[in-house]
């Protein structure tokens, strides 16, 4: 094992705080930066479903017949603002070619690689706290239709990719979530499946292990990195410069950047390209108890809903508006219409509370995991898309064990930033 170092870790979200309290754990020096807080952003809106059923990349051929209604309906699932699409083109441009079967086939098995390892990462870096932060309950995802030649064809798929899923018909599916409308006819249930009844939670439970440890939290936001240059006496640190009211700077051995969304100016300075977009996401937190035990998502309606401590989630769609334009709350309002479809009892549900958080999404669908190339003292934990709460502790075992020299047990080649240099 690498002797203790002092290290920075650039981002308090999930996999930043993995990442932290991994580290901490191998006897390292570790400091957390976030100018937002612990766990906020994505980390404390998401639908808290560990989809490590999603293996297959957004960058799905199917969906090119439907851009232009991401063009023109802006409550459309996914949806493209049409202020935005020239900016964002050179992304849909990249978006589009890794469409081509060999790249989709390719990027399926590096997402697949993650996902059968996230939940056993997060069993041994939660150890005792695993069980009272992540139900093993699966999740559902139903079908209003009775095409059972389609719905087949999609288990078969799941199938093929090693992902343990059992169709249900109505009498099965009831008796599992007797809450579900009647006008379900199908459904998959993912076994293997986990979800978290308060993704906040979960972050500061990893938080308090982290300070636990002996971590350290500064509150502050990142505006440089600085690798100190040949001839100093510490050739192999990195300088940081913080963004505080007295520009302080601290020196570092080691620093790991998982910014989200936000990565790219950080990755500019350093000389690296980052194709980054905010594939932003919507909920809408209804104050009811649903009787929901697991997550339940609808094939038809492209959106899931997730029981919480307090109340049901509904999340699921997907806006590309770039990072500063104000939220469009219709968006999350909507999911009630969605909700209300196919839940039972539908009476008691009202609007709740609106959010909105930017997940970071890459052309490929695949995160930016290792060390950066020319900087050998720098690491990249960023870019998961809509699975960082998924893949956050194989993520921070990754990092580690580069960290420390060690050989990584997955390949990270598929995952690393020379690909778009």
């Not at 109340?311 to 709350?329: C, I, K, W």
Request: hydrophobic share 40%.
């Amino acid at each position: 094992m690498t002797h203790s170092l002092q290290i920075a870790v650039v981002g308090a979200g999930v996999i930043g705080l993995c990442n932290a309290l991994q580290l901490a754990r191998q006897g390292h020096s570790v400091t957390l930066y976030d100018p937002a807080g612990i766990g906020e952003q994505c980390s404390r809106g998401n639908a808290g479903h560990f989809a490590t059923e999603q293996v297959f990349p957004l960058a799905d051929k199917a969906l090119l017949p439907r851009i232009p209604m991401m063009l023109l309906d802006k409550l459309s699932p996914l949806r493209i603002d049409h202020k935005y699409f020239v900016k964002a083109s050179p992304w849909l441009s990249r978006f589009c070619l890794n469409m081509l079967p060999g790249r989709f086939k390719r990027h399926t098995r590096a997402l697949r690689a993650l996902n059968e390892s996230a939940l056993a990462a997060f069993k041994r870096l939660l150890q005792e706290d695993f069980e009272s932060n992540i139900n093993l309950r699966g999740s559902l995802l139903t079908f209003e239709h009775d095409r059972i030649k389609e719905i087949r064809a999609i288990q078969h798929k799941y199938q093929q990719q090693g992902v343990a899923v059992e169709l249900l018909d109505r009498t099965q599916l009831f008796a599992l979530e007797p809450g579900l409308s009647r006008c379900i006819h199908y459904a998959l249930y993912f076994t293997e499946v986990g979800h978290t009844s308060d993704p906040y939670q979960l972050s500061q439970a990893l938080f308090q292990r982290f300070s636990a440890l002996g971590g350290r939290y500064v509150k502050a936001e990142v505006c440089a990195i600085t690798p100190l240059k040949e001839g100093s006496n510490s050739p192999e640190l990195t300088q940081i410069k913080l963004t505080t009211q007295t520009h302080s700077c601290r020196t570092f051995d080691r620093l790991v950047l998982a910014t989200g969304a936000w990565s790219k100016t950080l990755c500019a300075q350093l000389g690296y390209k980052l194709p980054i977009e905010a594939e932003r996401g919507y909920h809408n937190m209804l104050p009811v108890i649903s009787g929901l035990s697991r997550p339940v998502a609808s094939a038809d309606r492209q959106f899931i809903m997730t029981p919480m401590q307090n109340g049901l989630r509904l999340a699921g769609t997907v806006e590309f508006a770039g990072l500063d334009t104000r939220p469009n709350y219709e968006r999350a309002q909507m999911l009630l219409t969605h909700a209300r479809a196919i839940l039972r009892d539908n009476d008691a549900l009202q609007q709740g509370e609106h959010w909105m958080g930017p997940r970071p999404s890459l052309p490929d669908s695949l995160p930016v995991i290792g060390r950066a190339p020319n900087h050998p003292n720098i690491y990249f934990a960023l870019g998961h898309q809509h699975l960082g709460l998924t893949q956050a502790a194989i993520t921070s075992e990754l990092i580690a064990q580069c960290i420390a020299n060690q050989p990584t047990t997955l390949d990270i080649g598929p995952y690393s930033i020379a690909r778009f240099q």
